[in-house]
């Protein structure tokens, strides 16, 4: 309440001018919300499209831990590939000796 209002402060305030702070008051209130009217659809706004990143990363980014069994998955295939062809270029070194042997007897 201000000094023209109410002209002493120790007197308690009159109905009339209850109704004015009312009054005051409500139009602070509507002005504040059309002030936050632009913020709000913003943040409506921004809250939708980072939902549909959200959804968009569940759908397409793997886990840690589906990322670390798929790297476990291609570290045991390519051991398995070491071994497989450790096991191959000995079966062609014997080959390559059983043929040197079977050239050698035919020349």
């Given at each position: 309440?201000?000094d023209?209002?109410h002209?002493?402060?120790?007197?308690?305030?009159?109905?009339?001018?209850?109704?004015?702070?009312?009054?005051?008051?409500?139009?602070?209130?509507?002005?504040?919300?059309?002030m936050?009217?632009?913020i709000?659809?913003?943040?409506?706004?921004h809250?939708?499209?980072l939902?549909d990143i959200?959804?968009y990363?569940?759908?397409k980014m793997?886990?840690r831990?589906?990322?670390?069994?798929?790297?476990?998955?291609?570290?045991g295939?390519?051991?398995?590939f070491?071994?497989?062809?450790?096991?191959?270029?000995?079966?062609?070194d014997?080959?390559e000796?059983?043929?040197?042997?079977?050239e050698?007897k035919?020349?």
């Amino acid at each position: 309440m201000t000094d023209k209002m109410h002209s002493n402060a120790n007197e308690p305030a009159t109905k009339g001018e209850l109704g004015l702070l009312r009054n005051e008051l409500g139009s602070f209130h509507a002005e504040m919300r059309e002030m936050f009217r632009p913020i709000q659809i913003s943040l409506a706004h921004h809250t939708a499209e980072l939902a549909d990143i959200r959804g968009y990363l569940k759908d397409k980014m793997v886990t840690r831990e589906e990322f670390h069994s798929r790297m476990d998955g291609f570290a045991g295939r390519a051991d398995d590939f070491d071994y497989s062809a450790a096991k191959n270029r000995a079966r062609l070194d014997e080959h390559e000796k059983r043929i040197s042997a079977l050239e050698t007897k035919h020349a």
